[in-house]
């Protein structure tokens, strides 16, 4: 374990861009969130969340989609890149809405090739000179990416708890696995819904104010790592200042559906989109620096680590095994025999 815990940290610690809200940021937002989960949840399958270096792998697994852009790769570029933003504008341009939008990944690619053909000319045309990795054309996967998570995050915590109850001490390998997989999940997750609160995430003028510009706000690329990076440093907004500004409960994050959070997820969007204009005030004005920036940005830190604790609350909720979920894992797992002894159901 203590070597799997080390080569976590090792590749934690890759030097990439941070693209939103800084490393030290997303560690905020999810040391947070897990702070409040463990308030809730006392089940031992749990509690290792707190103990020794865990805490630290899982707030740095909060950085990793950042890291994975450190390798130039099409590849990866096309289907990491754009799961960190959404762009509504775009959406807006084709005929579309946050509200109208397919909430399953393909789906939602169809229904933009669909719409660009209703649409001709709208949103961004790619350049096959720059956009190597064939993703300019797309306003952005970031609330499909967000459910994409929380269910691989159900799927992981099933699959620890389901251990948990079968109680075997010659499956300890499998445990340590099952928890690597479930601190990796809470830290991607995490990323992605902190991505969301970052509101330049959720608009085409995300570096810069771009087109019709009335009210003559900045063009500067650099707003982008203003907001992401200099602003939490000039008002030292981490883990503290989060904490401070917790509200004790959310009634519109209670009653999340765990099964589906879709609406959730695109009600935390809405939230976030909805302050793009007043960031670009103040910067206009100089007030980011002051306190009402301080606030402003305080604001989106701790409706980011809300809005991911209650994700959390409800994928610990999703994912209970039931009795039958026990014995089908003992009966298709294999344990203990290099050949399973009945042959797990047929699929691809």
Not at 39 to 54: C, F, N, R, S
Not at 164 to 185: I, T, Y
Not at 281 to 299: F, M, R
């Amino acid at each position: 374990m203590r070597h799997a815990l080390i080569a976590l940290l090792a590749v934690s610690g890759l030097t990439a861009v941070a693209h939103a809200w800084d490393a030290a940021g997303h560690r905020a937002i999810t040391t947070v969130a897990m702070e409040r989960l463990r308030a809730k949840v006392t089940d031992p399958a749990l509690a290792w969340t707190g103990e020794g270096t865990w805490p630290r792998v899982i707030a740095d697994q909060a950085t990793m989609p950042d890291r994975w852009r450190n390798v130039r790769m099409p590849a990866l570029a096309h289907v990491n890149n754009p799961d960190h933003y959404i762009d509504l504008e775009d959406l807006t341009d084709l005929g579309l809405s946050l509200q109208s939008i397919e909430p399953l990944r393909h789906e939602f690619a169809a229904q933009l090739a669909l719409a660009r053909k209703d649409h001709p000319g709208a949103g961004r045309p790619s350049n096959p000179k720059t956009d190597q990795s064939k993703t300019d054309s797309y306003p952005g996967f970031l609330p499909q990416a967000i459910s994409e998570q929380y269910a691989r995050l159900v799927s992981n915590l099933k699959t620890l708890r389901t251990l948990a109850k079968v109680n075997d001490s010659a499956r300890g390998p499998q445990v340590e696995v099952a928890r690597l997989n479930v601190a990796w999940s809470l830290g991607v997750l995490s990323h992605f819904v902190a991505d969301a609160a970052q509101p330049l995430h959720t608009t085409r003028h995300h570096h810069g104010w771009v087109g019709n510009n009335p009210n003559a706000y900045t063009t500067r690329k650099e707003i982008h790592a203003d907001i992401d990076a200099t602003v939490l440093q000039k008002h030292n907004l981490y883990e503290d200042a989060i904490r401070a500004h917790l509200k004790p409960a959310r009634p519109d994050l209670a009653d999340l559906n765990e099964s589906n959070p879709w609406s959730g997820v695109l009600a935390h969007i809405e939230r976030s989109h909805a302050q793009v204009e007043a960031i670009y005030k103040l910067d206009q004005s100089g007030d980011l620096w002051k306190d009402a920036g301080k606030d402003l940005i305080t604001e989106r830190l701790v409706d980011g680590a809300e809005m991911l604790a209650a994700l959390y609350s409800a994928a610990w909720d999703a994912s209970t095994p039931s009795d039958d979920d026990v014995k089908i894992f003992v009966k298709y797992d294999g344990f203990g025999s290099p050949v399973s002894q009945e042959p797990a159901p047929a699929g691809r």
